[in-house]
């Protein structure tokens, strides 16, 4: 029988398989001498804090810098700066613009003179520029928007 000949590049993938294997094993071993030279981590060590500014750092924050937070004033998942009193109640306005084309205009607040954003579908009439309304004030992720607009006669 004759004897299988290796060509030269199954020699060098051969040699690099290797050559990466022993790699790999010296990494391992580096691994390992490094992770005895260290010893185990006390639980100080190990321990991650929050400084005043949200952080994470290794050593403790100063106390006092602490700042207490009572539980009403934290609000899940609505916007911090907008006040349940302020929402859903009526409110009078002028539209200052409107295009029928797009369906959307804007109501400038009589009292705050706040733009609040109208929709056609929230209409209940149809209502032109400078036309004075009524509408219920609420709140989107995008901002101030007026719904069950009507014409004030």
């Keep these: 029988m004759a004897k299988s000949q290796q060509t030269f590049k199954k020699k060098e993938k051969e040699k690099k398989k290797q050559k990466k294997k022993q790699a790999k094993l010296e990494r391992r071993e580096l691994r390992k001498q490094q992770k005895t030279e260290r010893g185990k981590l006390t639980l100080e060590e190990q321990l991650s804090y929050l400084d005043e500014n949200g952080h994470i750092v290794s050593e403790k924050p100063d106390p006092s810098k602490k700042v207490e937070i009572k539980l009403d004033q934290i609000v899940l998942g609505g916007n911090p700066g907008l006040a349940n009193d302020e929402s859903d109640i009526e409110r009078k306005g002028k539209v200052n613009y409107f295009d029928h084309e797009k369906g959307f205009g804007f109501i400038i607040d009589s009292k705050s ?39 004030i006669k």
């Design 113 to 151: 003179g706040e733009r609040v954003f109208a929709h056609i579908n929230d209409c209940y009439e149809s209502i032109k520029e400078n036309h004075k309304v009524s509408y219920v004030l609420t709140h989107n992720p995008k901002g101030a928007v007026a719904i069950d607009v009507e014409l």
